[in-house]
């Protein structure tokens, strides 16, 4: 297991190098997941590895093997986006291409606001203009105790029992998970999207009731576009084919030379 230390905390990590000159791929996982879970099992690892990308994946802090505090505190989107940086310095690498899925894309997101000129490429998985949602005190406070019960059998909304349960079935420190979801964030400002000067691509399923539409987030981007993946929800799309093609459609520019087709004429 490869680590290296971020604010104190250890955080572990896989990577494969890059071919000379060519970019990082960083892979950053949702909530309640890891690195293996989120990429190598998903196959995204096996499809990097046939395309030759170079690729690195984190545990962000308080899952997998990463290190896993127990004080809300520590879980800002600020904090969590300095271990990706942390990641970047560790690796040498001064500018990446950056995917996160659902909470690992308001990770990427809060990077690339962060540190514009450090992103050649973001991909925002797993997300949509529910990201201006507020986040209710109920809301969480509801996933962190779905976290904390004893039984789980006793959790009767889906979504919380969902959540619950892949916890469980990845063995996760769950008080860090419950510390997690009670991090305190500042609101989310549309306008500082527009801001962002790389192109940006927002993909999330027809079925993802968390993401809301990501065609209507990609639009508050100077440079976003949004893909909808028909037949998927939020946790059959991070596997499908459907979303590994979007990806590798956006950093091939394919999609691009597609939009040029369409305003030049066929």
């Known amino acids: ?70 004080d ?24 990446v291409d950056l995917f996160g899925y659902s909470m690992g894309s308001r990770t990427a997101l809060e990077v690339a606001l962060t540190a514009p000129d450090r992103v050649s490429n ?43 349960q892949f916890a ?13 979801t009670e991090a305190t964030n500042p609101p989310l400002d549309p306008a500082v999207l527009g801001t962002l000067p790389m192109p940006v691509r927002v993909i999330a399923g027809m079925q993802d009731r968390l993401a809301g539409d990501p065609e209507a987030l990609a639009a508050r981007f100077a440079y976003g576009k949004g893909v909808v993946l028909p ?4 946790f059959s799309a991070i596997p499908h084919g459907l979303t590994k093609a979007a990806v590798f459609d956006f950093l091939d520019g394919v999609d691009e030379e597609e939009d040029d087709v369409g305003l030049w004429g066929r």
């Open 168 to 180: 469980d079935e990845q063995g996760e420190d769950r008080e860090a998970l419950a510390a997690c």
């Open 231 to 234: 037949g998927c929800d939020h």
């Open 72 to 95: 809300p505190a520590l879980y800002g989107r600020a904090a969590m986006a300095q271990d990706v940086l942390a990641l970047m310095d560790h690796l040498g690498a001064d500018r």
């Open 1 to 70: 297991m490869a680590t290296f230390t971020s604010d104190g905390l250890e955080i572990a990590y896989d990577a494969r190098e890059p071919a000379p000159g060519a970019p990082w791929l960083i892979l950053v996982h949702g909530f309640a997941s890891n690195r293996h879970e989120g990429w190598r099992r998903t196959g995204w690892y096996a499809a990097l590895e046939r395309r030759g990308m170079g690729f690195a994946a984190l545990d962000q802090r308080g899952h997998g093997e990463s290190a896993k505090p127990h």
């Open 122 to 164: 973001l991909i925002l998985g797993g997300v949509g203009d529910a990201l201006f949602t507020p986040r209710e005190t109920a809301s969480t406070g509801a996933m962190a105790a779905a976290m904390r019960a004893a039984d789980p059998e006793t959790l009767t909304e889906p979504m919380l029992r969902s959540f619950r």
